[in-house]
């Protein structure tokens, strides 16, 4: 199992940005795929980006192409979110997820980890 620790989201104005960070502890060699997903009140989770360790692959939901940027850090196992060009619809609790699949796989089953949450609130 791995352990997953986000930071804090936060409030920001629409057209803003903010950075979510999410640091990966105990068994991380089994993931090799590092994601974020989020989930709006009413709504399902959704999946956002995914990058793997090793190659930096990575991949975008439509929506938040040209806008979010996922990035990892790998000395220190922390995978990052960068939010750039903010929207009320943004507004949502993020989740870092890990996994042993390419980051093709963006279903919730392709991951077996999961972070807590933060909520990350867009004021328009």
């Known amino acids: 199992q791995v352990q997953l620790v986000e930071s804090e989201g936060g409030l920001v104005q629409a057209g803003g940005s903010l950075r979510l960070s999410c640091a990966a502890s105990g068994r991380t060699f089994s993931s090799y795929t590092m994601g974020w997903f989020r989930q709006a009140p009413g709504k399902e989770r959704e999946f956002v980006a995914a990058?793997?360790?090793?190659?930096?692959?990575?991949n975008y939901a439509d929506s938040v192409k040209g806008r979010f940027t996922i990035s990892t850090y790998n000395a220190a196992n922390t995978v990052y979110l960068e939010m750039n060009s903010l929207k009320p619809e943004d507004s949502a609790v993020y989740y870092c997820a890990a996994g042993p699949y390419f980051p093709s796989r963006v279903d919730e089953a392709a991951f077996h980890s999961w972070g807590q949450g933060t909520q990350v609130t867009v004021s328009s």
């Open positions: 990058m793997s360790w090793i190659g930096s692959t990575t």
